[in-house]
């Protein structure tokens, strides 16, 4: 018994005509003719009556026709699945500055990845996945913005910010000791500002409002410059080489941690797409946002119950 002779019967019960059968399959009717009673001899029940002029069901055809119908849905979706896995349907994952070093190791053999390459703010790309455009993306949310766009976040980064200085001293300093940029342009910057700013409440550090961008880059060092007190960097400007008059400077009391979570759609029911966010998020524990003097926005997902 293949799947083709079940295609076969389903088409000649719903046409109850061999002819028409046969030209709706593409195939030449004697050959259906022949199909259709190997199918009848390996399943060891006549499916259908035949006469000259009709062709007409048996009890045991009309009460085998709705299985196979089950049946023929089920290898369908099997093919689907296997279609996507192979990489037919890639998941598209969005990003701002930051993704794993194993990305394409973690989701091998589950999904294969498209990296879209426009890279936007994190509230933008958050967005893109509420809207369709992405299926997943690494952004910094708020469970404010989760909550607003019908995502899920799950924690996959997590970076502990540190103070740019001039001079030599590289000794740790309080969080209220230095201070923290702030842009105008509320559009490139809104998920900076936001952190920014409420950071600034929590801890007591010194706002400077700045208005061209300067949050990170070559202008950002012109503002440690001219400040007099160490300022925090930013996640983009994580991994950026300081210049040789300028120092990292660890901050504590408390230390400062941004998070990166991977968020997808809260009705997502495509396999792939959550196959590959679960593979993604697999094992990433807690990052030691729970230690002791970790900051955290009040509305970030990933916080501390009871912190």
């Known amino acids: 018994m293949e799947l083709r002779q079940l295609r076969y019967f389903v088409a000649v019960a719903e046409e109850l005509h061999f002819g028409r059968a046969a030209a709706r399959l593409l195939i030449a009717g004697p050959s259906l003719s022949q199909q259709i009673k190997a199918l009848e001899r390996d399943l060891g029940v006549p499916l259908f009556a035949r006469d000259r002029r009709t062709v007409t069901l048996t ?161 950002f060092f012109d503002h440690v410059r001219a400040c007099t007190t160490p300022v925090l960097n930013s996640p983009k400007g994580q991994n950026t080489p300081l210049p040789p008059d300028l120092v990292h400077r660890p901050v504590i009391d408390p230390q400062v941690v941004w998070t990166w979570s991977l968020v997808w759609r809260e009705d997502e029911v495509r396999a792939t797409v959550l196959a590959a966010a679960h593979a993604i998020t697999r094992d990433v524990g807690d990052l030691g946002l729970r230690e002791k003097g970790v900051w955290l926005p009040g509305d970030d997902p990933h916080r501390p119950l009871g912190d």
């Open 59 to 219: 009890a045991a055809g009309a009460a085998l026709l709705p299985e196979v119908r089950a049946l023929l849905d089920r290898a369908d979706e099997l093919r689907r699945r296997a279609q996507q896995l192979s990489g037919s349907e890639p998941v598209r994952i969005g990003y701002v500055n930051w993704l794993p070093p194993d990305l394409t190791k973690r989701t091998s053999g589950v999904a294969q990845l498209y990296v879209d390459t426009w890279v936007v703010p994190s509230h933008a790309q958050a967005a893109r996945v509420a809207d369709g455009s992405l299926d997943l993306a690494v952004c910094w949310v708020r469970t404010a913005d989760l909550t607003q766009h019908g995502l899920v976040g799950r924690l996959l980064g997590a970076d502990r910010l540190y103070a740019v200085s001039t001079g030599t001293d590289t000794s740790p300093v309080r969080a209220q000791d230095i201070a923290v940029l702030v842009d105008d342009d509320v559009t490139s910057w809104a998920s900076w500002n936001s952190y920014a700013e409420e950071f600034a409440r929590d801890t007591g550090a010194r706002v400077v409002r700045i208005h061209n961008g300067a949050i990170t880059g070559p202008a």
